[in-house]
């Protein structure tokens, strides 16, 4: 026999010597993780790390599903009985979230890195990308008629009759604004309380704790009609209630309601510079002690029927319920002191040529915008001290000071009638001769001294 000159050794000893050493390979031999097999080339596909065709095609099940990560958080999930989907990892907020991409060999490795790409770049957009893959697959499927916003808009569209119409225009406007744009394209069946609750997380950061809280209600109402109609199962709305900020402690509106404090305010306001309709609206706010939303949207066609000097304000354009609106029997008079209808007169000359007695400054056919009289009080340094709401609180003490046997007449001149329609019949026009007197008292107690109204045209405008 031959001597071969190798010492002797066992025949293990001799295949553990042989075995190839992978470590130094791109991608080591951890088959628990990656599942590099023996025999397969760490592919690069141009860039070292990243899966090739082969690997993805002969990746083999285990009793265990695995992994085959090719890069950018896309990676290959391989289940136990055979199955391989294309998934993309990414994060939300913090929170990490799988994004279900599609099924290989259907979907190839490429296309995979394309919608992974997609998937990036709707990131860099600020979208979700597993809402926005929602959306895709809601209207591919032809299921408008069950996505959020259709039912939303059903269920508007069915109680909207019910509602006053400043009512009716928030609630469309709060789902048209904070809702539609994130949930609107999504099934109501797909929609879950997370979503939900990241929508109204967003309303709160604004910060509106009370406007998110109004919004939840409404979602969760349409939620609740998707139900009954047979196209919803829950409400994830009610779920996430408990989840929301608490609800802000309410305080009354400040005002300033000592006369004096009161009179000298309103002349540091009409000393602001300012648009002229402004300040003449503020000035008759603070005569008439009527509401700004009433007043701002006051058509000339009102102030030209004045008869008898006591101005007729429809019951339709007054803060009632919706079923009173159509009743004349809750129309509001309001006398005027002389004061008031020198504010009419100025007007007359510079806002009588369009439908608004109070236009804005921008468009004759618009009412002067809400924060007009807030910026005016604020610029007079009355900031968190009075709001344009406060003069009826000014009015209502002031006047109940000195008259107390008239409170019932001050509160007629405030519309705080009672709810019999019988009574409000009755109030409507009752005790005008003396509310005229009232009326005219105020004006020369809060003008005292003041210039005529025609004065302010000459106060410099910003």
């Known amino acids: 026999m031959l001597s071969h000159g190798f010492p002797t050794c066992s025949k293990n000893l001799v295949f553990a010597v042989l075995l190839i050493d992978y470590s130094s390979q791109p991608f080591p031999s951890i088959f628990a993780d990656t599942r590099f ?12 790390g990243m899966l090739t065709h082969l690997q993805c095609k002969r990746a083999k099940p285990t009793s265990t599903p695995y992994k085959l990560t090719d890069g950018g958080g896309l990676h290959l999930y391989v289940t136990p009985a055979g199955g391989k989907h294309w998934r993309y990892r990414y994060e939300v907020g913090g929170r990490e979230k799988l994004l279900s991409i599609g099924p290989y060999p259907a979907l ?3 296309d995979a890195r394309a919608a992974r790409d997609g998937a990036k770049t709707a990131q ?22 069950a996505t959020f916003e259709a039912i939303a808009r059903e269920w508007y569209d069915l109680n909207k009759s019910r509602w006053s119409l400043i009512h009716s225009s928030d609630v469309i406007g709060s789902l048209e604004r904070f809702v539609f744009p994130v949930l609107g394209a999504l099934p109501v069946t797909e929609i879950e309380p997370p979503a939900v609750l990241d929508v109204l997380r967003k309303i709160e950061n604004r910060p509106a704790v009370e406007t998110a809280r109004r ?22 709305a009610a779920i996430i209630a408990g989840a929301l900020a608490p609800a802000l402690v309410k305080r009354r509106q400040p005002a300033i309601t ?3 404090s009161a009179h000298a305010m309103l002349r540091r306001v009409e000393a602001e510079p300012a648009h002229a309709v402004a300040k003449l609206a503020h000035r008759f706010l603070a005569l008439t002690a009527i509401r700004r939303g009433t007043l701002v949207t006051t058509p000339w066609v009102e102030l030209d029927k004045i008869e008898d000097d006591v ?6 354009r007054m803060k009632l319920e919706l079923k009173r609106k159509s009743d004349e029997a809750h129309d509001h008079f309001v006398p005027l002191s002389d004061q008031a209808l020198d504010v009419i007169a100025v007007l007359r000359k510079i806002t009588s ?15 002067l915008g809400r924060g007009v009289f807030g910026r005016l009080l604020k610029g007079a340094g009355y900031s968190g001290t009075h709001v344009p709401h406060g003069w009826r609180s000014t009015f209502s003490t002031v006047m109940n000071e000195r008259f107390p046997a008239d409170h019932n007449i001050i509160e007629l001149m405030l ?7 019988v009574s409000a019949a009755y109030n409507r026009a009752a005790h005008l001769e003396r509310r005229k007197e009232l009326a005219q008292i105020w004006a020369n107690l809060i003008l005292k001294d003041a210039k005529p109204a025609a004065s302010l045209l000459e106060v410099p405008q910003r």
């Open 37 to 48: 097999l023996p025999g397969m080339k760490p592919g690069t596909e141009g860039e070292t």
């Open 108 to 110: 190839s490795l490429v």
């Open 124 to 145: 860099r957009e600020g979208r979700d990308p597993s809402v926005a893959k929602r959306i895709k697959r809601a209207k591919v499927a032809g299921s408008d008629s």
């Open 215 to 236: 919004v939840r209600q409404r979602i969760s109402s349409v939620f609740v009609y998707a139900i009954a109609t047979g196209r919803g199962v829950t409400d994830p």
């Open 258 to 260: 000592n006369l004096d």
């Open 311 to 316: 101005w007729r304000i429809p019951a339709a």
């Open 353 to 367: 040529g369009g439908p608004l007695a109070f236009p804005s400054d921008r468009n004759i056919n618009k009412p």
């Open 415 to 421: 519309a705080h009638v009672q709810g019999n329609k």
